[in-house]
């Protein structure tokens, strides 16, 4: 069964202000204004400006009227959107799923004129699911009660107002976070949401104005007082709004909600009884972290490509690096030593109280055991593996986007066959190249960059070149084999740069592999059968386009 725990933060906007040793926000009535239906209006209000008696929505005019010394700021929605993905970001601390609320319009539709995150009223939310993470905190209800009263208190140290609910659905989560009366029925019992949300108003199920205000006229002011309703009339009445909201509530209709980062299939954590700093401390614990993922990635059968810390400080903050392989690893020592190039980036500041390895990016392992090398294969068991470590290493210094490696693409053309790709990048599929390759007849070890053109002569037209001249120089041929055919990709350019006409065949080239008599060996290619044009000049040309061994 899952848990959800649903975050609010009915006063994101002012905590922010007052989180920013603004005296004024903490002692006086202040408030953010925001421009809408053409003329100033409030949006957020700390507690002792709705004691005065002022709300979100009204008009700065009549505000004023009744406060005359009310504090007033611009509203920042972009400031207050980045203070709930930094709280989000910290979130991961208890689960890696974790999701800036949607529920409720937590992100606001027009944020030119509501300026907080969660529209007027500067509220916003996050929606956790702590599906097998409560074991953490202790075993049944208790771990669970637990978890939610440490993420309460952890919260209110950073002056954070917040509420956090806990149930089996997101909808149901978020209407006890916002409409329970009372602290204890924040917590909703596995399979107990039916119970929890009756005596809660109807506003809990997220229904349109309209259809509230009919629901409200209509005596109907408690989801309870909608459960013995029969549904025909509700949905010819309502639209298929309210039940469907109730069936979500109640887990009888799944209401998916997109985690801000794609969970990591595997994760693993250490919390301190007291906050380290010290490089020697965080590096123990790194390693300690990464032997248990290592058995994590044995029992499973696959290798790291991808490896994310994170340090949670006990100022609320999140720094994180990562490192990335070339191929699936689960070295314990050779992953240890890419993250040694990293740890040292990493800003302890006052203390970090938690730190989590997690591996975004796994595959399958597909490695053998290690083997001693022998006399007839010296290098296979350490030059292999020594390459690839040296490339993981350049990557994390020099960017993996600066290291690059050859990656084959199914294209018949020589030129195409292969791209540079980061080092990282995951190998290619067989392709025409890897098929082509296996012929007896390889490929030159050498390409231009380009093909050049070449002045060819030929005993017979059809036949291979007698000699070519390149970069002003003759070569006369001693031994050519071919030709071998291979049709051009009719949608990309010629060689030249030309395309063919349309609605003709896709051009060929006539390769040969041709050597001269001061032993050198060329790959040139015909473009196209020979022909005569109308003024008596063949339309073939050659080409130069490699070198072979």
């Known amino acids: 069964m899952k848990r959800i725990v649903s975050l609010w933060f009915p006063k994101l906007s002012t905590d922010r202000l007052a989180r920013a040793s603004k005296k004024d926000w903490s002692d006086r009535a202040a408030a953010t204004v925001a421009w809408h239906d053409g003329c100033p209006r409030l949006v957020a209000l700390n507690p002792h400006a709705r004691a005065a008696g002022l709300r979100p929505r009204m008009r700065l005019a009549d505000a004023r009227a009744l406060l005359p010394d009310l504090i007033t700021q611009a509203g920042e929605p972009q400031a207050d959107l980045r203070l709930i ?261 990493l800003d302890p500041g006052f203390g970090v109280e938690l730190m989590i390895l997690s591996a975004p990016e796994v595959e399958t392992w597909s490695g053998t055991q290690d083997a001693l090398p022998d006399q007839d294969s010296p290098g296979i068991a350490s030059g292999l593996d020594g390459t690839i470590d040296l490339a993981d290493r350049l990557a994390l210094r020099l960017g993996s986007e600066n290291v690059v490696r050859l990656l084959t693409r199914d294209s018949h053309l020589p030129e195409r066959v292969q791209i540079a790709a980061p080092v990282s990048s995951k190998p290619a599929a067989e392709g025409a190249w890897r098929r082509i390759a296996n012929l007896k007849n390889a490929r030159p070890t050498r390409l231009l960059q380009r093909p050049e053109l070449v002045e060819v002569t030929a005993f017979v037209p059809d036949d291979p070149p007698s000699v070519f001249r390149w970069r002003r120089h003759a070569h006369r041929i001693v031994r050519a084999d071919g030709p071998e055919r291979i049709a051009d990709e009719w949608w990309r350019p010629r060689p030249d740069g030309s395309r063919p006409p349309a609605g003709t065949q896709p051009p060929v080239r006539d390769y040969y592999r041709v050597e001269d008599d001061d032993g050198g060996r060329f790959w040139l290619f015909r473009d196209g059968p020979y022909q005569l044009a109308a003024n008596g000049q063949p339309t073939a040309r050659w080409f130069l386009h490699g070198f072979c061994a």
């Open 85 to 345: 993905e930094a709280i989000a970001s910290w979130c991961d601390r208890y689960t890696p799923w974790v999701a800036i609320d949607p529920l409720g319009g937590a992100l606001a539709p027009d944020i030119e004129t509501a300026c907080s995150v969660g529209g007027f009223g500067g509220d916003a939310g996050l929606l956790l699911d702590v599906t097998g993470c409560t074991h953490l905190f202790g075993e049944g209800d208790a771990g669970e009660r637990a978890l939610l009263a440490d993420l309460v208190t952890r919260l209110a140290r950073r002056d954070l107002s917040c509420r956090a609910a806990m149930a089996d659905t997101a909808g149901a989560a978020w209407a006890l976070a916002r409409f329970a009366e009372r602290q204890a029925d924040l917590f909703c019992p596995s399979r107990g949401q039916r119970d929890a949300l009756a005596p809660l108003p109807v506003e809990g199920l997220r229904l349109d104005p309209p259809i509230l205000e009919t629901l409200l006229k209509l005596g109907l002011r408690r989801i309870g007082d909608l459960y013995p309703m029969p549904r025909g009339p509700l949905v010819r009445r309502f639209g298929d709004r309210p039940v469907r909201r109730i069936d979500q509530a109640l887990g009888r209709l799944d209401e998916p909600i997109e985690p801000r980062r794609l969970p990591p299939a595997f994760r693993t954590r250490l919390a301190f009884a007291e906050p380290i700093g010290r490089a020697e401390d965080i590096a123990a614990a790194t390693s300690r972290l990464l032997a248990a993922l290592c058995r994590q990635f044995e029992q499973a059968g696959v290798g790291a490509r991808q490896l994310e810390i994170a340090l949670y400080r006990v100022d609320g903050s999140v720094d994180r690096t990562s490192i990335g392989t070339s191929r699936p690893n689960r070295d314990n020592p050779k992953l240890m030593k890419l993250f040694e190039e990293r740890l040292g980036e």
